[in-house]
């Protein structure tokens, strides 16, 4: 049965962290947010993820960055930013004035250097929650935390201890089992696990016998990846207690809705804002509608509602 439109309440509690609504949008994917301020109405977001920020100012990697393949996008940006303190500086000001969560991507190149940006942002403030980058497939070392369940527990624990920010674990679909990452994320006291990151892949310019990207190798994202994201929070969001964001192809309402169901409480809009900078309001001004439909209230109500087919039989008999 449907739900009247004015009963739906669209935030979201992920343990320390609240959200206004369940739309967030991804790291790397919107700039430091001022860049967007002229198209979309940035305090309605459920969040904002600036680009992950690195304790030193990188240049990033060569060109050709990023490459457009038939249903997704390459990147090998190599995690390109001024800074932590540039970043204090310059635009946690201005992303710390809007309406809207912000949540900060860190990335270091050791568990020491998680600690310091996190410290040094607690004491900064303006910020709601950190997001731990422990996926990027574009720099040497930044991948390896989330490739291995011992180093991700360390740094989600070492971060946790240091400040009193929410924390957010963001893991890479490029392990064998990541549930298994997604546990250790849990155990050490990860307010919410962020699924996915780039997919590891490449593009050949067979005539020149040479990869495409200047890094040879980079992440895919885009339509391409969704249905791996769906799996990946299907099967963490049956493994552990956490609450999940899910990210990975994401641009239409029903894809929105498949990951609500798959078993996310929020979601992060990343490629699609390429090509529509808007998609992420858009979406937001039809997801009560979608509720309605399904006969609920609250996003709590649907998320991990879904039944596997296997267990369906059982219950049929
Ligand atoms: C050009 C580009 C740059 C990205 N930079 C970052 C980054 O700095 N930090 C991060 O955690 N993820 C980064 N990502 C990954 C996205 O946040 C997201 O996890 C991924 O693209 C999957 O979502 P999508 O298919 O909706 O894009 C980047 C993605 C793209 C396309």
Known sequence: METPAEKIDLSVQL????????????????????????LVDLDRLGGILPKTITVE????????????????????????????????????PYLASLGAPVIVSIAGRDEGEFITMATRLAEAGGLDALELNISCPNVSGGVDFGTNEKSCAAVVR????????????????????????????AEAGADAICLINTLLGMAVDWRGRRPLLGND?????????????????????????????????????NDVMEFLVAGASAVQIGTANYYD?????????????????????????????????????????
């Open 277 to 317: 900078p808007t998609v992420s309001t858009r979406l937001l001004d039809q997801l009560p509608g979608a509720l309605s439909e399904a006969g609920v209230t609250t996003i709590g109500e649907l998320s991990g509602s879904i039944v596997s087919n296997q267990e369906a039989v059982v219950a049929e008999g």
């Open 217 to 253: 190798m980079g992440g895919l994202s885009g339509p391409a990846i969704k249905p791996v994201a769906l799996r990946c929070v299907y099967q963490v969001a049956r493994s552990v207690d956490v609450p999940l964001i899910g990210i990975g192809g994401i641009a239409t309402l």
């Open 57 to 92: 100012p990188r240049i990033g990697n060569t060109a050709w960055r990023t490459v457009e393949t038939s249903c997704g996008l390459l990147n090998s940006i190599g995690l390109d930013n001024d800074g932590l303190e540039a970043f204090i500086a310059h635009h946690l």
């Open 158 to 185: 070492g971060v946790r201890e240091s400040c009193d920010l929410p924390v957010l674990a963001k893991l890479t679909p490029n392990v064998t089992d990541i549930t298994a990452i997604a546990r250790a994320a």
């Open 15 to 38: 343990n320390r962290l609240s959200l206004p609504n369940p739309i967030l949008v991804a790291s790397g994917t919107f700039g430091y947010a001022r860049e967007m301020e002229s």
